[in-house]
């Protein structure tokens, strides 16, 4: 592999200019004083949309840690939600719960072809399922008064 060519000063704050979200795009070529012309060119320059491609993974990954980290709270939350007075908000609690997505396992043993790491997806159990099912069914049934 050949050595890349370095970025300038310039399309290093420009770039970073553009992943602060101070400024829309057309904004931070203003503020330094880049043409759209030139801008374009830049966007053809395979280091610069490597880079800008590098900086697209990192912020994405972030916002991936964020979520992951807050995952456990909020399906707890969600399924506390399960358990509320409100009919209504525990019902919808449920249903939010039955059509959440699902969710990707990362297995230990890799797969035979390339090495890469095989995924699987979990899906609710039939027993969890039947219990939200229930809990459910519970929550629109009317209330009588003794």
């Known amino acids: ?20 979200g101070e ?6 070529l203003d503020k330094h004083k880049i043409s759209r012309n ?11 949309t490597r880079e800008f491609a590098r900086r697209i993974d990192g912020v994405c990954r972030q916002g991936q840690l964020i979520i992951a980290r807050y995952a456990s709270l909020a ?19 449920c249903l939010d719960i ?3 997505p699902k969710l990707p396992v ?16 979990q899906q609710l159990s039939a027993e969890t399922a039947g219990k939200l099912l229930d809990a459910l069914a519970k929550s629109e049934k009317p209330e009588t008064k003794s």
């Not at 370095?6 to 399309?11: A, C, E």
């Not at 990362?106 to 995924?119: F, I, M, R």
């Open 106 to 121: 990362q297995e230990a043993n890799l797969s035979k072809t390339g090495g890469s790491e095989k995924v699987e997806q």
């Open 75 to 93: 399906a707890a939350k969600l399924v506390a939600l399960t358990e509320s007075e409100n009919q209504e908000t525990a019902r919808k609690a």
């Open 1 to 20: 592999m050949g050595r890349q060519k370095q970025l300038t000063k310039r399309q290093l704050a420009v770039i970073e200019d553009l992943f602060s």
């Open 38 to 48: 030139i801008y374009n060119k830049w966007q053809a320059d395979e280091s610069f």
């Open 98 to 100: 039955i059509s959440l």
């Open 23 to 28: 400024l829309n795009e057309q904004g931070v």
